[in-house]
């Protein structure tokens, strides 16, 4: 496990909203109405995504470059970081509140 992670999602923009992917990291997915909602989003995504690959023992990949993607005129490369330790406490916090655990 890593205390750090730095991935870049696709931002791709529709006329219905802003969709969100991770390339590196197939089924880790989102969606957002402004680009400021998208770089939320795209930080949850990434958090639980990198947390419940974590748990149940998932591989994480080494993050390819951009640079080698073939984006769309309506896509722009998002770079998002994660520090693992606060997702980790802010995970346990919550499970200990009695909130549902990620499943």
Known sequence: ????????????????????EYPDLPGCISC????AEAKANALEALELHLYCSEKYGDEIPEPTNYFEWDLKDNEIPLMV???????????????????????
Request: hydrophobic share 45%.
């Open 32 to 35: 957002a109405d402004t680009v």
């Open 81 to 103: 970081e994660v520090f693992m330790p606060a997702v980790r406490k802010e995970m346990e916090t919550q499970k200990d509140k009695g909130f549902a655990e990620v499943v």
């Open 1 to 20: 496990m890593k205390d750090r992670y730095v991935f870049t999602a696709v931002l791709h923009f529709d006329d219905d909203g802003i969709s969100i």
